[in-house]
């Protein structure tokens, strides 16, 4: 039997968001059903409402930065069980057989991931997002949240963490390594605290020096402004690791000049024009320019579990439903520290 859900939907590209009832499928064998408690504001959600990124299906319900709670479970469900606090991220299904899924990359999937919204299902329905107050998801991609970790600030964890945590994990972040972080918003200031925590000593190279007192709270040991060119000659060939946050086009090789030999700038801010840098600029010193994007499930609960052992947790702005519409524009100029995330209970 399907059931009901009270959403925020934007109906068409660009419009406001506004409330409405949707439908969920029926639980199947492997489902959970999750009362949803908070979804985040990802920038994410502002660019797919606005149809900037090619597939647009509208009316669209918008967010993947899930947590809520599990009210019923499929009679084959093994991991969760009613009343576990849970979260729900990028991404619903995916194939689970390739050697993608096997590995335990589903956002490799040879099939093709399916995202959880803006997206469609193995059974052609199109994916409605956590802007609701109820969802049903295969187990699978189902996350636990752990105890130290409340529900709200954890949301945001589910794309801006994992966004943060793979490239950290996978370029070596750790005791005795520089790593920078480009940009101190939404990821940004998630990435500082995973870095630090991680034990490595951490730089943020931000715009400004406007948030660089929260930077430093949050574990960052130095703090440049970029817009001042001097900061580069200072910090030629000091870090191990670039993590760059930023979706605007940068000067990629005066970034690249404060790597050390072999070491990375991973991009994870997507612009929209095409970048430009010099392939002189890695070749000198072996250095590398790779990019990254969210990770898979084991690694989503790995870093879950690292931020409640941790203490590292989004800082949030808790909004109502009706001030999804008043959010979105303060996302877009940065107003806002440092994710907004939608109490869905207020929904209704
Ligand atoms: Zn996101
Ligand atoms: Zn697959």
């Not at 919204?117 to 802007?131: M, Q, S, V």
């Not at 930023?246 to 005066?254: E, R």
């Amino acid at each position: 039997m399907t059931t009901t859900a009270r959403a925020l939907q934007a109906p068409s590209a660009k419009a406001p968001l506004e409330p409405t009832t949707i439908e969920r499928r029926a639980l199947g064998e492997t489902d959970v059903a999750i009362d949803v408690k908070f979804c985040g504001i990802c920038h994410s959600d502002i660019h797919q409402v606005d149809a900037d990124w090619g597939r647009k299906i509208f009316p669209m319900v918008p967010g993947h930065e899930i947590t809520g709670v599990v009210t019923a479970v499929g009679a084959g469900v093994t991991r969760h069980a009613e009343g576990d606090r849970v979260g729900v991220g990028c991404f619903v299904d995916s194939c689970g057989e390739c050697e993608w899924c096997v590995a335990g990359e589903e956002h490799f999937c040879a099939k093709g991931v399916v995202a959880t919204y803006n997206g469609k299902g193995y059974d052609g329905e199109p994916t409605l997002g956590g802007y609701s107050t109820h969802i049903v998801v295969d187990e699978r991609f189902v996350l636990r949240i752990p105890d130290g970790l409340e529900l709200d600030v954890a949301a945001p964890l589910l794309c801006a963490g994992i966004t943060m945590y793979n490239p950290l994990k996978r370029w070596g972040a750790g005791p005795g390594k520089q790593v920078a972080i480009v940009g101190m918003g939404g990821l940004g200031h998630v990435g500082v605290q995973l870095a630090a925590a991680m034990g490595a000593e951490v730089t943020v190279l931000s715009q400004t020096l406007s948030k660089e007192a929260d930077g430093r709270k949050f574990g960052a040991s130095a703090y440049y402004a970029t817009a001042d060119g001097s900061a580069f000659k200072e910090l030629r060939g000091r870090f191990d690791l670039i993590v760059n946050t930023v979706s605007a086009n940068l000067p990629l090789d005066a970034y690249i000049s404060t790597l050390k030999p072999r070491g990375a700038l991973v991009s994870v801010g997507l612009p929209t024009e095409p970048d430009t840098f010099h392939a002189g600029s890695l070749i000198g010193r072996d250095k590398i320019l790779s990019g990254s994007n969210v990770g898979g499930l084991p690694l989503h609960q790995e870093m879950l579990d690292f931020c409640a052992e941790h203490g590292v947790a989004a800082a949030i702005e808790l909004i109502g439903a009706d001030g999804v519409n008043e959010a979105y524009p303060r996302v877009v100029s940065s107003d806002v520290r440092y994710r907004f995330v939608i109490d869905v209970g207020s929904l209704g």
